[in-house]
Structures are given as structure tokens and as C-alpha cells.
């Protein structure tokens, strides 16, 4: 049983970015009809956000400290990070200990930037161009975005850890434990999750995008600007797919590539929950991440070599064949 509950907590890990990457996708593809395959490189960007913070907390500045001396009697060089100079030694440690939290600050307002240029600079050019082009300039679009942080940031990974308090395990059950940061993680997935849904349900602008996303033409006919809610729903998908980066920055050091990395299976997982189906996105989001997890076990991958690497992809096969709608998918949307 201990060993089950951690397969399900390492898919619940999993899940938690496959289901925040899914939501933004399918927010996407549910308001403006667009396939964005660079939306795996706004969650690298998001990473990076974290990074970049981390290196602006760490700025220093060098003193003379005469307390100290080196073999030849000479004082000592001491570099001062300037945080801790304008904070104090103690508060300024922590700042730059929490720069990950603290990064999703930064990273929100920088994101929704992000994704409002990306959308009125690019993506409005393709929406009545048929999906192979929509892939093809937002896929060159994930390259060039992926090879610019390449040449500021290199192609080696950078340690983004977390914070001291949050670094160690914990026990979920009497002699289980597990990483606290990913269950921060999974907890932060499920509020994000939350607050998108609640957004979308409950206020006035929410529920003018979810009739736009049933009847476009409708609503348009009612005197609504909808293509500037469904630019600033654009925005939020970018916002929630940066903030699912730099929260993972702990779990997997951010490089250049790691968009990639989850391009593909998030795509994946829109196609089995459904595409434009929100709910979808993130059951099935979820579901592979435990799926994967199971199939990742040394059991598994000794009884069939390899099957970690496809078994979401033989998942979605089988759902295409048997519902291509997805398992919340519209009934007509892929049939």
C-alpha cells in the first residue's frame, strides 16, 4: 500500500503541470480556435522567471572587512548581496531564500505582457488560417523563444531550489513521507485550478468568454467586444502556464528545453480530456500523470521495456479510436 500511495502522489506531482499546461492550452484553443505549440515555451519562460529573480536577489557588492584577513594579513573582499544591505542581514536572506515563492509576483504581470504581444503581435493573423499553419508558426515561434534564452542564460540547467523550510519531506501517512515542495506543488496546481474555474463560473467577464466559447457570433450580435475578452484570456493562459514554470523550477532545474519536454504530452492530454473541454484538460491531466507514474515502476518497465515513455500516447490512441472527442470532449468536436 505505501508503495501504490507513492506512485499516486508521483502521478499527482506529474498531473499537476500536465493539468496546468492543459488548462492553457485548451483556454486557447477553446476561445480563439488556435493550436499554440509555443505554449510549452511560456511555461519555460515562467521558469525562467524564477531564475532571473534568483540572480536579480543575488546582486552583490563588494566591502573591506577588516575583521577579516587572508594568509597574508591583508582584509578580506566581502561580497554583500544589495538585498540584505537595504533589508538588513536577516530579512534579506530570507528574500533571497524564498525567491522562488516570490517569483510568482514577478512572473504574473510579466506573462500576461507576454502573452497580450504574442497574441496581437502574431496569433490574430492566423485565426482564420487552418490549424497546420497556426502549428507551424507557433511551433517556429516555441524555437526562437527556446533559443534566446539558450544564448542569455546557456544550455546547462540552473538550480532554482526551494525554500529551506519548504526542502525537506514529510510524512503523509505513518511511515510514507515525501518531498514537501511537491506537495506545495500539487496544492498549488489545485488552487490555480481553482481560481480559473471560479474566475470563469462566477464573474461577469467569466461568463461572457464561456458564452463566447459556446456562440461567438451570438455574443458579438449582443454589442460585446468578445475578441478582447478572448486577448486577455490569452493573457491569463500564458499567466497560468509561466506560473506552473516557476514553481517547478524546484522539482526540475529550468533549461532552454523543458518546454519541449512538455509540448507534447500536454497536447496529448488536451486530446484525451476533450479539446475545449476544461474540466478535461485537467482530469486527464491528472489521470496520465498517475498512469505514467504506475508505468514508470520497476515492475512495469522490467515486464515491458519502455513502457513509461508511450503508454500516454497508447492511452490516447485507444481514446481516439473508441471516443475522438475525449473524455469530456463535445459530442461532434473531432468525430
Given amino acids: 500500500m505505501d508503495a501504490i500511495l507513492l506512485q499516486i502522489l508521483n502521478g499527482l506531482d506529474k498531473g499537476s503541470a500536465y493539468a496546468l499546461i492543459a488548462l492553457g492550452l485548451t483556454l486557447i ?21 524564477a531564475v532571473t529573480l534568483q540572480r536579480l536577489f543575488g546582486l552583490s557588492f563588494e566591502t573591506i572587512d577588516e575583521t577579516q584577513t587572508d594568509f597574508l594579513g591583508n582584509p578580506l573582499k566581502v561580497k554583500t548581496p544589495y538585498v540584505e544591505a537595504w533589508f538588513g542581514p536577516d530579512f534579506g536572506a530570507t528574500i533571497i531564500d524564498w525567491s522562488v515563492p516570490l517569483a510568482i509576483l514577478f512572473a504574473i504581470p510579466v506573462m500576461l505582457v507576454i502573452g497580450y504581444v504574442m ?13 497546420a499553419d497556426q502549428i507551424l508558426v507557433t511551433f517556429g515561434l516555441a524555437i526562437v523563444l527556446q533559443e534566446v534564452i539558450k544564448y542569455y542564460y546557456g544550455a546547462n540547467p540552473i ?12 510524512q503523509v501517512l505513518p511511515g510514507v513521507v515525501y518531498p514537501v515542495w511537491r506537495v506545495v506543488y500539487f496544492c498549488f496546481a489545485v488552487l490555480v485550478i481553482g481560481g480559473v474555474f471560479a474566475f470563469l463560473q462566477f464573474t461577469t467577464f ?3 468568454v464561456r458564452a463566447g466559447m459556446a456562440d ?60 475545449g473541454s476544461l474540466p478535461g484538460a485537467v482530469l486527464a491531466g491528472f489521470l496520465l500523470g498517475i498512469l505514467e507514474s504506475f508505468a514508470s515502476t520497476t515492475w512495469a518497465t522490467t515486464t515491458i521495456p519502455g513502457i513509461n515513455q508511450i503508454i500516454i500516447y497508447l492511452v490516447a490512441i485507444i481514446i481516439l479510436l473508441t471516443r475522438p472527442r475525449g473524455l469530456m470532449g463535445r459530442k461532434g468536436v473531432m468525430e
Avoid at 484553443?29 to 493550436?35: E, I, K, R, Y
Avoid at 497574441?119 to 490549424?131: A, M, N, Q, S, T
Avoid at 538550480?159 to 514529510?170: E, F, N, R, Y
Avoid at 518546454?259 to 479539446?275: E, K, N, R, Y
Fill in 29 to 49: 484553443f477553446g476561445t480563439l480556435g488556435v493550436v499554440n505549440f509555443a505554449h510549452g515555451a511560456l511555461f519555460m519562460i515562467g521558469a525562467f522567471c
Fill in 119 to 131: 497574441e496581437r503581435g502574431l496569433i490574430k493573423h492566423f485565426y482564420k488560417r487552418p490549424h
Fill in 216 to 275: 461567438r457570433e451570438t455574443v458579438g450580435l449582443l454589442g460585446i467586444d468578445i475578441d478582447k475578452r478572448f486577448t486577455l484570456m490569452f493573457g491569463l493562459a500564458a499567466a497560468v502556464a509561466g506560473l506552473a514554470g516557476v514553481m517547478y523550477g524546484p522539482i526540475n532545474a529550468p533549461n532552454y528545453h523543458m518546454g519541449m519536454d512538455f509540448l507534447v504530452l500536454s497536447f496529448v492530454v488536451v486530446v484525451v480530456g476533450g479539446m
Fill in 206 to 208: 467569466g461568463m461572457v
Fill in 159 to 170: 538550480q532554482t531550489p526551494a525554500p529551506d523550510a519548504l526542502s525537506g519531506v514529510m
